[in-house]
């Protein structure tokens, strides 16, 4: 997922910040770690499977465990596609982005041959999302390349991720499915705080809800 610009705040694009779009009746979701306090609308993200929204709570980044699966400082839903609205926005707490950004999504095929050299771990596979985020337009003479401009991922395998993290679905406590990786954003302005750690989205496609959590 490549950062494509800005989009108006409540447009049906996958994008960081702007307004949710919920089904009608849908209410804020409030922190249940810190504060009480409402959670942070972080990314509005159509799937095949219907629209994934997440919040993570920005109240107190410090100590609120927006970080932990099973704290209630995060909330992922999957909403149905269609006759989503905007939800109005609570009058406290840190609710929006200061921006919109707009995201693309571009495909890597990654070649196996490309992780050979690394003496000492040919036991490891090659880790899918690390090898496309560094490639990403990566000039011969560029040691980073554009790597802001990568806001996470779409489907695949999560990233270094221990299998003992991997979160339960928080209606049926069945095996969660793993969704997307979400990074803090392209500017410090527009970023969402993750303590410079890599999100993780997971579903319940059963349940029309997930889990968040990050590394
Ligand atoms: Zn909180
Ligand atoms: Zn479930």
């Known amino acids: 997922m490549i950062y494509d610009g800005t989009a108006p705040a409540d ?7 702007g307004l949710p779009l919920a089904p009608a009746g849908f209410t804020w979701p409030m922190c249940g770690s810190c504060c009480g306090e409402p959670l942070q609308f972080f990314v509005h993200l159509p799937v095949e499977y219907g629209v994934l929204s997440v919040f993570v709570c920005q109240n107190d980044p410090g100590a609120c465990e927006f970080w932990d699966a099973t704290s209630g400082a995060n909330r992922v839903y999957l909403f149905p596609r269609e006759e989503l609205q905007p939800v109005s926005v609570p009058e ?3 609710t929006l982005l200061p921006a919109v950004s707009a995201i693309r999504t571009h495909v890597v095929t990654l070649d196996p041959e490309e992780n050979d050299g690394h003496d000492g771990h ?3 596979a090659p880790d899918a999302y690390d090898l496309a ?3 990403w ?5 560029e040691r980073f390349g554009k790597q802001r401009e990568v806001l996470g991922s779409l489907g ?5 991720l221990e299998d003992d993290r991997l979160p339960a679905c928080p209606s049926c406590a069945g095996t969660t499915e793993f969704a997307a990786h979400l990074e803090e954003g392209i500017s410090s302005q527009t970023a969402m705080n993750l303590g410079g750690q890599l999100g993780y989205v997971f579903v319940c496609r059963a349940c029309r809800e997930g889990a968040f959590l990050t590394d």
């Open 11 to 17: 447009s049906d694009v996958p994008r960081t910040g």
């Open 92 to 94: 406290t707490g840190v």
């Open 122 to 124: 040919d036991e490891l």
């Open 133 to 135: 985020r560094s490639g």
């Open 137 to 141: 337009k990566r000039e011969p003479e």
């Open 156 to 160: 695949g395998s999560p990233s270094y």
